[in-house]
T-cell receptor, first 114, second 113 residues
């Protein structure tokens, strides 16, 4: 069965600094990977997804993630964060199957300091 | 304007009462999901439905029930058997289960005292 681990529960960063949120997964078969963002008291919104092709995936709000098969990682990055990026970020994994489900990580809370 | 609606945003109930959370989507998606979110635990799947009149238990189905009589609607009932019902509940939908991205509603925060 697949699983996903987000190594950092909280990441504090100064405004305009770069940030990387880490995500590692485990699976014995090919995976599909997602990053979602959740602003306070709201639902989740898709930031980006990797299904196939280029390992560098660009998403909304200037975020990007790189799929690394050998390290089983899918880290999320942004070169310069803004106060509005304060939110919780969830990594998720799925495998190709009509009956499979998306498995979510436990989340990383990104807090931006002015 | 397509999307998922959940109502109400906040819900308060006394212990021992059943309560039903509403979830409606107009995205024409076949699959719908219910998740529970607790601080520091991410999202845990309660129930999901791949098609009308069919649903499957997720990882934490005990104390919950669902129905899927219409494609657009997937209500969740939190029964009195659920030992710790206070949580944030999220409904989602996708074209199908599997690799397709899920679209989420705004959530319902349930407080049981």
């Amino acid at each position: 069965a697949q699983s996903v681990t987000q190594l950092d529960s909280q990441v504090p960063v100064f405004e305009e600094a770069p940030v990387e949120l880490r995500c590692n997964y485990s699976s014995s078969v090919s995976v599909y990977l997602f990053w979602y963002v959740q602003y306070p008291n709201q639902g989740l919104q898709l930031l980006l997804k990797y299904l196939s092709g280029s390992t560098l995936v660009k998403g909304i709000n200037g975020f990007e993630a790189e799929f690394n098969k050998s390290q089983t990682s899918f880290h999320l990055r942004k070169p310069s964060v803004h106060i509005s990026d304060t939110a919780e970020y969830f990594c998720a994994v799925s495998v190709y199957s009509s009956a499979s489900k998306i498995i979510f990580g436990s989340g990383t809370r990104l807090s931006i300091r002015p | 304007d397509g999307g998922i609606t959940q109502s109400p945003k906040y819900l308060f109930r006394k212990e021992g009462q059943n309560v039903t959370l509403s979830c409606e989507q107009n995205l024409n998606h076949d699959a719908m999901y219910w998740y529970r979110q607790d601080p520091g635990q991410g999202l845990r799947l309660i129930y999901y439905s791949q098609i009308v009149n069919d649903f499957q238990k997720g990882d934490i189905a005990e104390g919950y029930s669902v129905s899927r009589e219409k494609k657009e609607s997937f209500p969740l009932t939190v029964t009195s058997a659920q030992k710790n019902p206070t949580a944030f509940y999220l409904c989602a939908s996708s074209i199908e289960t599997g690799i397709y991205e899920q679209y989420f509603g705004p959530g319902t925060r349930l407080t049981v005292t």
